[in-house]
């Protein structure tokens, strides 16, 4: 796999997708690891620091507009040619179960950072000297309602359709834009969205192969990755039936996973 990335930052580093994207990348990339838990960053930076390799970390809520605005400010002397767009919330359960406050924080992480950060950064890395790339971490769930988790899905739809709509914009820039949307992944983010692991293990995909995927699909220069065969299917499925019957079926579908204790 041949990345020619000299500078990648990473949000939502500290778990997950993000840990796995720090991992995965060349040694030789230069990586910038943003998150809200300072300690695993800083743990990040001392196993994933070498002598040919720096690893800048920076501490940020991106739920609120001072930490994005902090993070764009610590990002400006660097050359980043690679952002990986990943910080993001779920939560499991009825709508009307979940406090306005919740669902508003979801949707300014998912949507407003996500926003904000491309909106900045996406026009200079256009003019970067050699190839850029921005990779955003849609979900499976962007193709269809969600009943139970109805935000989430809401704003991974957003997510999906910001990435491919930049895509066209920014073709033949230089920069590359590419959506990733991964299902069910054995990463924390269940435990986090207050969902069980009630569903087929064999339905959940190691983080590692999901970022293997994407970052081949990267270097194939494609707009949207969705890892897995099953996933591809589920992507496919509101194609072919009643939106009507579709919802209904996901809506059983996600019921069936109860909340964590």
Known sequence: MQLPYKTALITGATSGIGEAFARKLPSSTHLILTG?????????????????????????DLAQSEGIEDLLMAVQSHSVDLFINNAGLGQYGAHADHTLQAEMHMIKVNVGAVTHLSHALCPTMARHNGPAAMIVVASVAAFMPLPYFATYAATKTYDLHLAESLAEEYKGSGLHIMALCPGPTRTNFGERSGMSGDSPEASYMDVN???????????????????????KVLAQLPRFMPRRLGNMIAGIVVQRTRPSA
Not at 36 to 50: A, M, V, W, Y
Not at 55 to 60: C, E, L, N, T, W
Request: net charge positive; glycine share 4%; hydrophobic share 35%.
């Open 209 to 231: 192969d999901v970022v293997d995927e994407c970052l081949k699909g990267l270097e194939r220069k494609k707009r949207v990755v969705v890892p897995g065969w099953q996933n």
């Open 36 to 60: 809200r838990n300072s300690l695993k960053l800083r743990e990040l930076q001392d196993e994933l620091q070498t002598e040919t390799r720096k690893v800048d970390i920076i501490q940020a």
